[in-house]
């Protein structure tokens, strides 16, 4: 037999607010390295992780990327690529796989496409560039990069991928580097550790 009593009713009200007032006052934990609004784990040398479109738009407009890095940052850098990102170069660079054994062949005149892939390699195969293993399965870059950086605050993403970045901004304490007017550029970085005046 159900109680329809007005003091039942409002007991069991109470207790869905306590319910949703313990749920409103459960705030997420953030890193104890997050002191004020600023990333103390960062510092230099900088570790930086590259991401696949912030390469790809380096090689197009024919920037120097570990220059690039040295003249933003104005540091020394570490730059990481993690396999997935390998994972995601490979796949477009089969598509020129015929392109490619053409050019070991000739000697001939190179559509400026091949030579761009020719130096996008060139850049991964590079000894300064880190690799970063990745324990899960798939090779989804941006869900990598962000499930890494959420474990780790110690590094500054390099992108040109404008989802990424928002789904990084949601993530405090991680600063951004994008290509700008043909510079690097960087975000949500301290004054102190050389970032642009804005």
Excluded: W
Excluded at 129 to 137: E, P, S, T, V
């Amino acid at each position: 037999m159900l109680n329809s009593s007005p003091e039942a009713s409002r007991l069991v009200k109470e207790k869905k607010e306590d319910e949703q007032a313990l749920k409103l006052n459960h705030a997420p934990k953030t890193s104890s390295a997050l002191y004020m609004r600023y990333n103390t784990q960062l510092g230099p040398p900088f570790h930086i992780l590259v991401d696949t479109n912030f390469l790809n738009f380096a090689v197009k407009n024919r920037m120097d990327v570990m220059q690039g890095f040295m003249d933003c940052l104005y540091a020394k850098c570490t730059p990481y690529v993690t396999d997935c990102v390998m994972g995601e170069l490979e796949k477009a660079g089969r598509r020129f796989k015929i392109a490619l054994k053409v050019r070991k062949l000739s000697t001939l005149y190179f559509p400026p496409t091949l030579s761009l892939i020719l130096l996008f390699f060139k850049i991964i195969k590079d000894n300064r560039f880190q690799r970063l293993k990745c324990d899960h399965k798939g090779t989804y870059a941006d869900d990598c990069l962000v499930q890494r950086i959420t474990q780790h605050k110690c590094y500054i993403v390099a992108t040109a991928d404008r989802d990424l970045k928002r789904r990084i901004r949601k993530i405090p304490g991680v600063p951004i580097m994008y290509i700008a007017h043909h510079r690097f550029t960087i975000e949500r970085m301290p004054d102190a550790y050389g970032a642009p005046a804005q």
